[in-house]
């Protein structure tokens, strides 16, 4: 009896299995090997860290991207602590800092004060901003009590006392909302531009490829630089930020186009258009509900590994002076003023960006490669 | 007599995202000298998987099971224990192409197009034997040449692309044995040639292993096939060897429950018996094909320019489809079978000639040459105007096109390829009546398609899934139900079951039957299988080189043929049964059409004298009894007694076609 009862429990359970792999779209089916690949989930969790806390930038950061701290200028980060020769405490704390002569050069230097404790608070109230830009809030995620006469850098000041850290989580949305609008505008390009091309075929096929020709042959570093000297210098922070995605939109589309050019034109005749052909359907309806679902993953996978290039391209162009300009922030303008010799020697801490850009490009690559394997439908055989 | 090739208890199997799955099973078999063992299965059964374990030549990913054991007996007497050798063993070399020779299934693909035959048989002839390049090129000559390719010694620098199917089949057989192994694995050879071409083939490789006194292995699903060249039978189903036996032993006396369901399932020509043709006024025409001609252009691209010569697909066919009424067009590839199905239903644009679809009411509009308020009228009142007159598809396009796709559909001859495999099988059955705008309300969709699924036998619970879930049988019954959703009068099945094992098969079949019964769909039913098209078509006509050359009733037209082509075409078709007489008519150098001379109302057909100018006189499809045309070189008939009479006399020669 309970023998019977068991089997047809298990027999329920593999049905249910069987029911639920059987009925489980496209997507479902590559979230599940995707969940598998260990690389490209931990990626994924990292950029999804970077994203909210760029997202959240406001609230996440202690302080404003502008904000000036004329106490702790060029400081070096100040990595929280248990413990310090005065015994150990649950809750982490900061020492405070005092100014001191440097013995050889006889310059200001804001030293740790092993005398002073500042423990760290969450929650904590700080600077009034606006949360996404609407909603305000004076509450941050950490810093010190506002009764301190201290403000908290973990990573440490540039030479007007900003915080870095503050700066970085600002950075990360400007940098990672470049790549993503970037990446969007191109992926709506390629895919009129493609998608055109690609079901009509002959001569307007002709006409769009050579004009995508025309344009990948174009360097692209000099022309970034001269479309972006182009800028007229009186354009506000936000214009620069919109031109600059708009540039790298504009011509970051004819690899995609040319993909989903090449998709359509093979898949154009299979059976299956046929019969959506033969079923009266549109050829709007056909590329849409045929067509661009069966490659999908294709092109999402060319999505994600064409992020790291906008990223780059805009950290880059900023990097050298020709992007986005102070006071705006993002990865390529806080690198920007790490460049001399002088933060080399004095205050290395304020290459911290360059890791996030490493991390964000590195992930974005891992992840490519975790939804091709994903996507690939004979993954399994291998 | 002596063992080659000897398997036992063989096991082997997959380690999967699934799970662990067992392709075969316990499996046991041997190859004697000179002696030919046929694998018979359906797809699926393992078949193939356990003859490439014999040449080491599964995956990496397969594991071959505890106890099984796998002897091959080489040539010079050394027993070799082919699990137990190591990858990267010299001896698989020997044995892979030395010891075994192997065909495959598709000989399109087992040639490297860029080489020339002579190079890749040379090769393989050179890895085996220690013989010079010259030497080698003499032996493949010499192997072009017992496989019956004429002109070897050219042939031998020819790529394979230069070749015909049937032709780089026989190249595949001497490349087998070029390097003179003792046994040869034919993985389906014959599956993927036209009939005509498998019969040859089929005497070749016999001849051939008498003369080199080799074992061989005969992988089929095809009983026929097996029936024509095995000693020895074993049936496989699942992995499992579930009879074994002689040939003769096995067809005419099986024992399994399994081996008799699949001899009741394949269809014999000489026990079919077909519908009965559909004839009197009662059986009106649905669709009336004129003169249809189809060119396609082919490319050739030069530095400069692009040339393009036209080749004819379809040349002058006419022929009628009455309601009800199934109609079979047979051929051998490339005849034309799927132009003019698609010609039929416009997914060609555009062809040449009429196709006329006869509605309720009599009435004339030509679409193509109506006046713009007419047009305008119809465009109103689209259906209403589908619903009186006959439609001009041929000359049909844009929106009244689309609109009128609904009365008309196709099913494909690949069930995997035809289905979108990101839609449910819900929506995939319902995008006619969506794409067409025939409805819009989601309930009533949900009705129509699941009185649908319910007719084509589709679990309703099915509906939900995707393609990848279903088996080909399973998916050809999506296909079919995505066919009739929005209740056609016409159906083209291109090649609908060719893809499917025979059980199967026949279940498709009668469905079609069921549904033609139930509905009054006609259907043109496009097949190379003679005996499944005979066993559903009230009415069959060959095509050759995209013309008629005989069309008629079924039971004439196969049981008595009048035309040479179809005479050689039926007797190619292999029965299952070891003691009928497998005597392929072989039309050497093409055939000649016969002569038919009028006398009265009588027509006299004469095979064609030697000497006979076949230009002297035109082709035309000549009627030779009531509905039964044969394309042959018409011959004026003698001067008549009564001139009166000739418009009435001459009147049951319809003369469909003319060749320049």
């Keep these: 009896m309970t023998d019977a009862t068991q089997l047809s429990a298990a027999e329920a359970k593999e049905r249910e299995r069987q029911l639920k792999y059987y009925s489980a779209s496209q997507w479902t089916l590559i979230w599940w090997r995707f969940r598998r690949h260990r690389a490209a989930m931990l990626a994924a969790s990292l950029l999804g860290l970077m994203a909210l806390a760029g997202i959240f930038a406001e609230f996440v950061a202690p302080y404003g991207p502008v904000s000036r701290d004329t106490k702790y200028i060029e400081g070096a980060p100040q990595i929280p602590r248990f413990c310090d020769a005065g015994g150990c405490s649950v809750v982490p704390f900061i020492n405070g800092t ?285 | 007599m002596t063992k080659i090739l000897d398997v036992e208890n063989l096991s082997i199997s997959f380690r999967t995202d699934e799970g662990l799955i067992t392709p075969v099973q316990n499996a046991s078999f041997s190859v004697e000298k000179g002696k030919t063992l046929g694998i018979v299965g359906e797809s699926g059964s393992g078949k193939s998987i356990s003859t490439k374990a014999a040449m080491r030549l599964l995956p990496n990913t397969a594991m071959i099971g505890e106890g099984s054991r ?169 992995g499992e060897v579930v009879e074994r036996g002689t040939v003769r032993d096995v067809i005419r006396n099986p024992q399994e429950d399994y081996t008799k369901r699949l001899l009741a399932a394949i269809p014999r020509l000489d026990r079919v018996k077909p519908p009965a043709a559909l004839t009197g006024k009662k059986h009106r025409p649905l669709i009336d094909v004129k003169n249809l001609v189809v060119d396609f252009d082919v490319k050739t691209k030069r530095m400069f320019r692009t040339d393009i010569t036209k080749v004819r697909a379809v040349d002058d066919v006419s022929f009628t489809i009455k309601k009800g009424e199934t109609v079979g067009l047979v051929g051998e590839s490339g005849s034309g079978k799927t132009t003019v199905g698609r010609a039929i239903l416009r997914a060609i644009d555009p062809p040449d000639g009429e196709v006329v679809f006869h509605r309720k009411k009599k009435g004339d509009i030509d679409l193509a040459h109506a006046s713009a308020e007419e047009l305008r009228a119809v465009r109103s009142k689209l259906n209403m105007a589908f619903h009186e007159r006959p439609v001009h598809v041929h000359s049909l396009g844009g929106d009244l096109l689309r609109s009128f796709r609904p009365e008309m559909s196709l099913v494909f001859q690949d069930p995997y390829s035809s289905l979108n495999p990101r839609m449910t099988v819900r929506d995939i059955i319902a995008e006619p009546l969506v794409a067409s705008g025939l409805m819009s309300n989601r309930d009533e969709v949900d009705a129509r398609v699941r009185e649908i699924a ?88 060959v095509l050759y080189h995209g013309k008629f050359v005989e069309y008629g009733p079924t039971e004439k037209v196969f049981y008595s043929p009048r035309h040479p082509y179809t005479q050689a075409l039926l007797s190619a078709v292999p029965h299952p049964d070891p003691d009928a007489v497998f005597a392929p008519i072989r039309l050497e150098g093409g055939f000649r059409h016969p002569v038919a001379t009028v006398s009265g109302e009588k027509v006299t057909l004469t095979d064609a004298p030697a000497g006979f100018d076949p230009n002297s006189a035109p082709v035309k499809l000549v009627e030779i009894e009531e509905g039964h045309f044969v394309a042959c070189h018409y011959v004026e008939e003698m001067p008549l007694q009564n001139p009166g009479l000739a418009s009435e006399i001459s009147a049951p020669v319809r003369v469909t076609g003319t060749v320049a």
């Design chain 1, 98 to 382: 005092k100014t001191e002569r440097d013995p050889v050069t006889l310059r200001a230097l804001s030293v740790p004060d092993p005398e002073v404790r500042h423990y760290i608070k969450f929650f904590v109230k700080g600077e009034r901003v606006k949360l996404l830009g609407f909603i305000p809030i004076d509450r941050h995620l950490v810093g010190l009590s506002p009764d301190v006469d201290q403000k908290i850098h973990f990573w440490g000041t540039d030479d007007l006392g900003r915080d870095v850290f503050s700066r970085t989580i600002y950075a990360t949305r400007t940098s990672l909302s470049i790549g993503v609008i970037g990446v969007l505008i191109s992926f709506v390009l390629a895919l009129i531009i493609g998608g055109i091309a690609g079901y009509f075929g002959d001569i307007i096929d002709n006409v769009i490829q050579r004009v995508t020709e025309v344009i990948r042959v174009v360097p692209i570093i000099p022309l970034y630089m001269g479309l972006a000297a182009a800028m007229p210098k009186e354009w506000s922070t936000t214009q620069v930020y919109f031109a600059m995605t708009l540039i790298l939109g504009l011509f970051g589309w004819p690899t995609l186009a040319r993909r989903i050019r090449s998709q359509l034109l093979s898949i154009r005749n299979e059976d299956y258009v046929v019969a959506a052909r033969l079923a009266g359907a549109r050829p709007g309806r056909i590329i849409a509900q045929h067509m661009l679902p069966s490659f999908t993953s294709f092109i999402i996978v060319d999505l994600v590994i064409s992020f790291p290039y906008m990223i780059l391209s805009e950290t880059a162009l900023s990097f050298v002076g020709l992007g986005l300009r102070p006071p705006s922030v993002s990865w390529g303008v806080l690198l920007q003023q790490a460049q001399s010799v002088r933060a080399i020697e004095q205050t290395p801490w304020l290459f911290i960006p360059a890791i996030f850009v490493v991390v964000a490009v590195l992930a974005f690559t891992v992840i490519g490669d975790g939804v091709r394997d994903a996507a690939d439908p004979y993954a399994e055989a291998r």
């Design chain 2, 70 to 238: 796998i002897d091959y007996y080489a040539k010079n007497g050394q027993k070799i224990d082919v699990p137990s050798l190591r990858s990267g063993d010299p001896t698989i070399g020997r044995l892979r192409g030395g010891e075994i020779g192997m065909i495959f299934q598709e000989p399109m693909a087992s040639f490297s197009p860029v080489y020339t035959v002579g190079n890749q048989i040379t090769e393989a002839i050179r890895l085996h034997r220690k013989v010079g390049r010259r030497e080698a090129r003499e032996i493949a000559v010499d192997m072009l040449d017992r496989v019956g390719l004429t002109n070897p010694s050219q042939r031998v620098d020819q790529y394979p692309h230069e070749l015909s199917g049937g032709m780089r089949q026989r190249a595949m057989i001497a490349l087998a044995l070029s390097a003179g192994p003792a046994l040869l694995i034919a993985d389906e050879p014959t599956t993927a040639l036209d009939v005509t071409i498998q019969a040859q083939v089929l005497k070749l490789m016999k001849k051939l292993q008498e003369e080199l006194e080799m074992g061989m292995i005969f992988i089929t699903h095809d009983l026929g096939v097996v029936a024509q060249v095995a000693d020895d039978v074993v049936v496989m189903q699942k």
């Design chain 2, 454 to 541: 319910e007719r084509c036998k589709i679990e309703l619970e099915h509906l939900r899934r995707f393609p990848h879930a279903f088996s080909g049988g399973q998916r050809q019954r999506i296909c079919i139900a995505r066919a009739l959703v929005s209740k056609p009068k016409f159906v083209v099945c291109d090649e609908c079951v060719s893809a499917l094992d025979v059980s199967i098969q026949a279940e498709i079949v009668d469905l079609l039957k069921n549904i033609q019964e139930e509905m009054g769909v006609s259907f043109l039913f496009i097949a190379h299988d003679l005996a499944v098209v005979a066993q559903i078509s009230h009415s069959v006509a």
